[in-house]
């Protein structure tokens, strides 16, 4: 054997980029060299939780089949194959969402043995992620009967993963012992728990899981203060925390963020002008967060949170926050106050992608939307503006809007307004967004193409840009235009070689299919045609 291949972390990378377990079983049972790095791999990442114990004889566990209210069979159904309501883990659950087409259900037929356990235990410890989740269509996802849980519950040692890193469990844990899968190496904790309910069923978390950088559980739209201040106690015993998401907050948690720089992401969910923490006259002071995420009754209480947040206590020079990623959502009675915030709190040499969402405003609203607010952010790379289309009015962005605002962002990458821009940008715009952002590679904008434009683009050189990024755009045909399909596909080639795909209106569909086929076809195709 080459001398290359008796070192430990070559075996890795090369086992690592093996994708099909098939072959990493192979790896472990035909060479000793690579039997630990690929049995390590091969149990790295367990896609769904119980399909892990399947490698138990067929006398320990089997599976059976079990069809869902999607197929139009019912809970009856399962229980003439054996089953009760109070033998399915999370059954109510489950046939409330009928999002599946069909499932395996896991039995167990004895107790786990000595010598069984010993060998999960072994393979248990090389697996660092495991997902469990209920929200994905496939006919291969194992659910448990109560027989499954009664057994692991008698693991003999506390932990059954005390290597795991990151566990994605969105299902209730029920009566399963969280304990089995919450242990001393576990870095990212995402789950269908609230947070009230996790803090208060186990309030030793911090010292299972003293590492736990990622905390994400299921969000409520209110808790009472007492819940509220026990959650807080939990969380503040975490000294590495980088990132929550929890549902409504406390000062006592942000503040321990704060005193957590650099902060990797926080979700602020369920935000109202009467939160506790707006009322206080206690500002947090966070420096540093990668990614903030708002979601308030309006946007004027985001731009609240934003100064709550990031204003310096009383003696200390004002100063910006240094944020990469602002996503607000919330109805807006004023744009302008949320505007200000942004411009008065957020450093713009770290800006690189802002959202807003408006998802719905009073029938007062005094200043609409202004896409061109944020002239100060250069580093910007994605922007994203979404209203209802029922809330137009003065938060309709215009194509004059929109390219003065660009002309400010000449490393932008990714550009959403939904629905749309009114007028649309015209195809002559389209070049000067082309000129203005050549590292454009998504514009999520309808673009009108009318003859007087193909014709200007085509008889001006100065004038054509290319994009050499762009594989799908929105195109609609001006009113009284007729456009020749040739001429169109050699005009899109020309600036837009990477289009593939064209959506367009239902009026337009018949013209833009032909298009999108003409793209498709070869160059010299087109001579035969």
Not at 3 to 22: G, N, R, Y
Not at 456 to 462: A, H, I, Q, R, Y
Request: proline share 6%.
């Amino acid at each position: 054997m080459h001398p290359c291949l008796e070192i430990l972390e070559l075996l890795e990378q090369i086992v690592s980029h093996v994708e099909d377990k098939d072959s990493l079983a192979k790896f472990a049972r035909v060479c000793r060299s690579f039997q630990e790095p690929a049995l390590d791999a091969l149990y790295i990442n367990v896609e769904c939780f119980f399909e892990f114990f399947v490698s138990l004889s067929s006398d320990v566990c089997y599976l059976t089949d079990f069809v869902t209210q999607e197929s139009r069979l019912s809970l009856a159904h399962a229980e003439l194959e054996g089953f009760t309501r109070r033998r399915l883990v999370g059954a109510v659950h489950i046939l409330t969402f009928a999002t599946f087409i069909s499932e395996h259900v896991q039995m167990f037929k004895r107790d786990i043995s000595p010598s069984e356990w010993s060998a999960l235990i072994t393979r248990a410890a090389r697996v660092k992620t495991i997902r469990q989740t209920i929200y994905q269509r496939s006919s291969s996802k194992i659910l448990s009967s109560i027989d499954v849980v009664d057994a692991l519950n008698k693991c003999p040692v506390p932990n059954l993963f005390p290597n795991l890193r990151a566990l994605y469990y969105i299902l209730p844990f029920g009566s399963l012992n969280p304990r089995l899968l919450l242990g001393p190496q576990l870095r990212h904790l995402i789950i269908a728990e609230t947070a009230v309910a996790l803090c208060a069923t186990l309030p030793m978390l911090p010292m299972w899981c003293p590492l736990l950088e990622t905390l994400n559980t299921a969000s409520v739209s209110s808790w009472t203060p007492s819940e509220l201040v026990h959650a807080s106690n939990v969380v503040v015993q975490w000294r590495h925390l980088r990132s929550l998401s929890i549902g409504p907050v406390n000062e006592p948690i942000l503040t321990h963020i704060a005193s957590l720089q650099p902060f990797h992401r926080l979700a602020l969910d369920a935000l109202t002008d009467s939160s506790p923490w707006l009322r206080t006259t206690q500002t947090i002071h966070i420096r540093n967060v990668d990614r903030l995420i708002i979601s308030g009754d309006t946007l004027q209480t985001c731009a609240e949170a934003l100064g709550k947040l990031f204003s310096p206590p009383p003696g200390i020079n004002a100063g910006t926050t240094r944020v990469s990623e602002l996503n607000l959502r919330g109805k807006s009675p004023s744009f302008s106050a949320i505007a200000a915030a942004i411009n008065t709190y957020i450093y713009p040499e770290n800006l690189t992608r802002l959202s807003i969402a408006m998802i719905g405003s009073e029938p007062d609203s005094s200043t609409g939307f202004d896409i061109r607010d944020f002239p100060r952010f250069s580093q910007l790379r994605r922007f994203s503006y979404l209203y209802r289309p029922s809330d137009q009015g003065n938060h309709v962005v215009t194509a004059e809007q929109t390219l003065a605002a660009i002309s400010h962002w000449p490393l932008l990458e990714e550009l959403h307004i939904y629905p749309t821009i009114k007028p649309p940008l015209s195809f002559v715009d389209l070049m000067t967004v082309f000129w203005r952002c050549p590292h454009l590679r998504d514009l999520g904008l309808t673009v009108s193409v009318c003859l007087e434009d193909v014709v200007t683009v085509l008889g001006s050189p100065e004038l054509k840009a290319r994009n050499d990024h762009i594989s799908t755009m929105r195109f609609e045909t001006a009113p009284g235009t007729t456009l020749d399909v040739k001429t169109v596909v050699a005009l899109l080639r020309e600036t837009i070689p990477q289009l593939s795909t064209i959506n367009a209106l239902d009026s337009d569909a018949h013209f833009w299919d032909a298009v999108s086929n003409g793209l498709r076809r070869q160059p010299q195709d087109d001579v035969l045609h």
